[in-house]
T-cell receptor, first 116, second 116 residues
Framework: AQKVTQAQTEISVVEKEDVTLDCVYE???????LFWYKQPPSGELVFLIR??????QNEISGRYSWNFQKSTSSFNFTITASQVVDSAVYFC?????????????FGGGTRVLVKP | GAGVSQSPSNKVTEKGKDVELRCDPI?????LYWYRQRLGQGLEFLIY????????KSGLPSDRFSAERTGESVSTLTIQRTQQEDSAVYLC??????????????FGPGTRLTVL
C-alpha cells in the first residue's frame, strides 16, 4: 500500500528565512507521481507541482524549489526567502500508475507559519 | 475559466439527518473525485468517477455514504443518517483524463459539514 509521511506538523519562521518541508513516501510501483499542494487559510487546495518517478531533476519555480531523491524516497520542498503569504498548510501526495484511476494518497500536512 | 465549485460552502445538520453535497467540475474534465478532510488532518480518498465507467468506491467509509455523477457533469455526495464523526470538510476535485496516475487534480473550496 502507498503511504506518504510528512514528519513536520508545524514550522514557524520569520519572514525572509528559508524553510524546507520534508516528504517521504512508500510505494511498490516503479512508476508513480508526486505532488505538492498548498492549502491557505481560505481552505482551497492549490496545485504547486507534479513530478513523475523517472524525472529526478530538481525544479525551481520562483522562490519554490523541489528536491526529488528516489534513493531515499523523498520529495522535499523549499521556500526561499519566505513571506507572510506563504503561511499555509502544505500537503505532499502520491499517485500510482493504475489504469483505473489515480486517487491521491496525502501526507498529514505541514503547517507553515511565517511571522513578519 | 471557472474552477471546481462546491455547494453549500457550509452545512450544519443534526445527527441522524441526511445531507447532500454538490460538486461542479471544471468543464471538460472527465474524472471527478471526492475526498474528506478531518480537522487538522490530511485528505482521505472517498470515491472516483471516470466517464461512464463504474466508480471506484473503495474509500467510502460506510454504506451511509453514496455518490452519483451523471455523465461528465455534476456530482452529489449523500450522507445518510449523519453521525458526529462525519463532521469534516468534503473536497471535490476534477482532472482532465483521470487514467494513469499522472493527471493533476484541481480542487474545489470544499463543503464544511458540522453534525451536531
Amino acid at each position: 500500500a502507498q503511504k506518504v509521511t510528512q514528519a513536520q506538523t508545524e514550522i514557524s519562521v520569520v519572514e525572509k528565512e528559508d524553510v524546507t518541508l520534508d516528504c517521504v513516501y512508500e510505494t511498490r510501483d516503479t512508476t508513480y507521481y508526486l505532488f505538492w499542494y498548498k492549502q491557505p487559510p481560505s481552505g482551497e487546495l492549490v496545485f504547486l507541482i507534479r513530478r513523475n518517478s523517472f524525472d529526478e531533476q530538481n525544479e525551481i519555480s520562483g522562490r519554490y524549489s523541489w528536491n526529488f531523491q528516489k534513493s531515499t524516497s523523498s520529495f522535499n520542498f523549499t521556500i526561499t526567502a519566505s513571506q507572510v503569504v506563504d503561511s499555509a498548510v502544505y500537503f505532499c501526495a502520491l499517485s500510482e500508475l493504475k489504469a483505473a484511476g489515480n486517487k491521491l494518497t496525502f501526507g498529514g500536512g505541514t503547517r507553515v507559519l511565517v511571522k513578519p | 475559466g471557472a474552477g471546481v465549485s462546491q455547494s453549500p460552502s457550509n452545512k450544519v445538520t443534526e445527527k441522524g439527518k441526511d445531507v447532500e453535497l454538490r460538486c461542479d467540475p471544471i468543464s471538460g474534465h472527465t474524472a471527478l473525485y471526492w475526498y474528506r478532510q478531518r480537522l487538522g488532518q490530511g485528505l482521505e480518498f472517498l470515491i472516483y468517477f471516470q466517464g461512464n465507467s463504474a466508480p471506484d468506491k473503495s474509500g467510502l467509509p460506510s454504506d451511509r455514504f453514496s455518490a452519483e455523477r451523471t455523465g461528465e457533469s455534476v456530482s452529489t455526495l449523500t450522507i445518510q443518517r449523519t453521525q458526529q464523526e462525519d463532521s469534516a470538510v468534503y473536497l471535490c476535485a476534477s482532472s482532465a483524463i483521470g487514467a494513469g496516475g499522472r493527471d493533476t487534480q484541481y480542487f474545489g473550496p470544499g463543503t464544511r459539514l458540522t453534525v451536531l
